[in-house]
């Protein structure tokens, strides 16, 4: 038992350890945004547990932002990812990011009409 | 031609066998109306509605009113008496129109002391007659010409009737055709026209073989009876016209009698009244006068025997060939003669109860004949007039008993005579049944009868509700009614114990007296447990008040919890900062470029922009600034981005 527990806590702090040191800092800091998107999110679905979900197109909206925010976040960072740049040989940094910037000016838009 | 059509008419009259008799009469009361209707077409509005009232009130025999009052234009309430009739024709006459001229001398002909300006009236008539003339205007002009007494070249009118004849052989021109002959000089040849009336007659058209008719049109029949009639009066000669056909014009005017334009009231009038008095065909009417029933306070049957103007034709015999009850077509009488009424020349009565007729549906058929041989009478058989009989009805034998089902004990029969009602209540269970027997008997005869109405009417007496039971009458007509109190409780009386009151309802349409007799009064009990102790709610009562009840509003959240997740909300803004700043983000290489600054105010107004759109804009205002800052916003972008990239690549 306290060995698989060992074992769960040394795999967590390798991992965490690695990704402090390999990953380079710009990826970093749309690592943070992400978890800041998926805290909102969370924090918003568990209000909408706790007192329903009336108004329930103001909880979709702001749910859903939540999550293309997330999603819109992931790609720029695939697309960002040095690692990954024989899969994105025709995009640059910074179309990805025009992209990012674009899709987001959308969504806002949808998702400002959308929450009522 | 005409032999043939001769000898198909008479072997058709064989064949057919039967004769035809009117179905109706325009008694005084119709004459009456179609009075009211002329008198009605005052003030005239058109010298043809002036014309047909006239005329159609001379033709009934009744006063023409000479005066009336007219409204003073533009004085209120103020009206004068104005000599009408003949001032209004003299007034509304156009002399140029043979028309206008066959209406108006029509009209002072029928007044008797009016008078048209003849000199203009025969030049425009006399102009008419010309080559090429239509029919119609033939027969205006020689109608004038005759009416206001100016000579009518006859053979002239002749060739010029049968020259127009030869184009147009509708059947009001071939109508007109006969009322022009009518009116020339006596020695005029007008064989072709008389022979046309049988040509006319055929083209007639047959409804249910009683009623013949040209195209519906009520004007167009008329016009052609009175047109034949009259010609064949001219001529002393008997027109081509079938018996049966004259009684199915008769029945065609008739049945149009409840018309209500002066025209066509005019039409009706006129029609009967040819064939009310004419030289060769008067069917006879004969209409049931009496009521309907013929009882022992009322014996006698009286029919009005007549021409189809209700005027009496002479002394006449009038018989009674049969009379057959609708029931079982037994014949009651035959051959019986009826009796004149002395203050009626049209009236004549039998006394049908001296048949000794049991009650029932009769049919009685009449035959006529004229004490003086007359060979214009028509119709004079085949007339058939409906009475009934009716009886007074005598209920008997009226037993009373509740028999227990298990037949245990003997039944209590209580015998109860009609009118009274049995001395005390019955009281009856649900282990009982109920029996009534009684028996119907006609007084006239003392035979037993059965009646369309035998019911038993069960009253609840506290609430009214009745429950309705049919009593059926076996092969000697004795009359039985059961009811097993156990089985009907729920479904008839919704098991309601109390007290009921019975009555015996019998009613038929040959019964005098028809009654409704409360025999007995029953306190019946039924099975407690089934019993629905509370009344079934009176549906036809006010309901219970529905408050409308508005939409309530959500359940929400209270203020405090939802501010605290605000605030919980937005706290992973706060976390990410914190983020940023231990990661070291850059923000000391931000470039003072024009693009840089141009590309972060446009996407912070763009955001400014949504929060106004959520506040105060609408979509189509949003999206036209959208529009606009994402040009700019994507040009400086745009410069940003490839700068940085170039930046990169070197």
Redo the contacts between chains.
Sequence with gaps: MATSQANVFTVVSKFYDEYVTTTP?RL??ID??L???M??GI??FG?CL???T??FNSFLSGFISCVASFVLGVCLRVQVNPQNRKDFLHI????A??DF?FAH?IL??VV??F?G | MTRGTTLLVLFALTVVGQALTPTTVLTTVDQARLKAVFENARPFTDLASAHYSILGLKLLGAQIPNTHMVKIEGECCQYERVEDNCNYVKSAVDYKSPESLYYASAATKALGNCQLSNSNAQNTLQAAIKDGVDVPTLFFVVSALTNLGLPVNSNEVVNALTEALKTDDSILSGSMALHIAAQLSKETDVKVIFESIEDLVAQADEVGEKYLQFEGDLGLTSFFVVGAYRLAGQQNKAPLIMEDQAVKFANYLLSRKHVQSPKNAYDVAAGLSTLGNNKYHIPVCITRESSMTVSSAQSKVQVRVSNVMSGALGKLTVKADSAERKEDGAVVLSNSALTAVAKDNTLYELDFLKTKAGRGFYTIEFSVAADKPDSRLIGLSGAQVEVKVVTTVNVEEVELSLEDKDQSTPPRVTKVQYPQKTGSNLAGDHHQNLVMKFLLKDKADNSAMEAHQAFVRLTNKRTKQEVIFVAEADDDHVYKFELDIGASAKEHFNSLSGLYAMDLVVGDALIQNPFAWNVADLQLKFPEDSATSEEKPNLYQPREEIKHMFREP????PAT??TA?TG??L???L??LG??IK???NIANFPLSLSAIGFHIG?GS??VL?YL??VQLN?FD?LKY?AIL?TLTFLA??RL??S??NKRKK
């Design positions: 800092q970093k800091i943070a945004y978890a800041y998107i805290l909102t924090f918003q209000y706790l007192v329903g009336f108004p640059s940094p910074e179309r990011f025009a910037v000016i806002h838009l400002m009409n929450i | 959500e359940v929400r959240p919890v939802s997740f919980l909300v706290l992973p803004v976390i990410l983020l940023w990661l070291g983000v996407l763009i955001l949504y759109f959520f979509m949003t959208l994402g972008g745009n981005l490839g940085i990239a």
